[in-house]
């Protein structure tokens, strides 16, 4: 139990243009989806964090017009990298944690990252 | 603020050899820790938790068990192999104070020859 997947895995695209990239729970509800950033041989860096029905809560630093985060439904969040520029390029990772009260857990569970590549 | 450190690398080991990756923490309250896998070109996996003090996670021969005394986490397995070559991170979430959001150590680089 507990997947989460992401779409498209690999995706190479023109400056200036726009990316969807897309994270759903599989098969479980996601109250909060978070988006992460790593670059090679680092850590992951957190964006922001998304709450179904509500605004993403964005980290220091990062763009919220740049970076468009929606999460409509309870599986489903898309991060939407709008004008990319090669400076984006990097592995875009989601994760979900499971919704409900009897699910006050702290784990996520993440997916398989995005790799974007702006030309 | 939380903040987890953990051992450089990378680790290269042979088949077999035992295991330990450091891993310590700050945090100002009762942390859960994870350790995540992260395999080359993938996302990362949960591969054990602990939620208090003295608990042992395990998985797949790993453990790891939670010393408040000490503030550390360290990942252990009695016998490597090839397989397990990956970037081994470790982690805290303190519900308390930021939910489920997760503090991330750096990552160690694990390499197993046959």
């Known amino acids: 139990g507990a997947v989460v997947s992401q779409h498209p895995s690999r995706v190479i695209c023109k400056s200036g243009t726009s990316v969807k990239i897309e994270c759903r729970s599989l098969?479980?509800?996601?109250?909060?989806m978070f988006w992460y950033r790593q670059f090679p041989k680092q850590s992951l860096m957190l964006m922001a964090t998304s709450n179904e029905g509500s605004k993403a809560t964005y980290e220091q630093g990062v763009e919220k017009d740049k970076f468009l985060i929606n999460h409509a439904s309870l599986t489903l969040s898309t991060l939407t990298v709008t004008s990319a520029h090669p400076e984006d390029s990097s592995f875009y990772i989601c994760s979900a944690t499971l919704a409900g009260a009897e699910h006050l857990t702290d784990t996520q569970y993440f997916g398989p990252g995005t790799r974007l590549t702006v030309l | 603020g939380n903040s987890v450190t953990q051992m450089e690398g990378p680790v290269t080991l042979s088949e077999e050899a035992f295991l330990t990756i450091n891993c310590t923490y700050t945090?100002?309250?009762?942390?859960?820790l994870f350790w995540y896998v992260q395999y080359p070109g993938e996302g990362l996996q949960l591969l054990l938790k602990?939620?208090?003090?003295?608990d042992k996670g395990s998985n797949k021969g790993f453990e790891a068990t939670y010393r408040k005394e000490t503030t550390s986490f360290h990942l252990e397995k009695g016998s490597v192999q090839v397989s397990d070559s990956a970037v081994y991170f470790c982690?805290?979430?303190?519900?308390?104070?930021?939910?489920?959001?997760?503090?991330f150590g750096e990552g160690t680089q694990l390499t197993v020859n046959p």
């Open positions: 945090a100002t309250g009762y942390p859960s």
């Open positions: 982690a805290l979430s303190e519900w308390e104070t930021s939910g489920s959001r997760l503090t």
């Open positions: 602990a939620t208090k003090a003295d």
């Open positions: 098969d479980f509800q996601a109250t909060t």
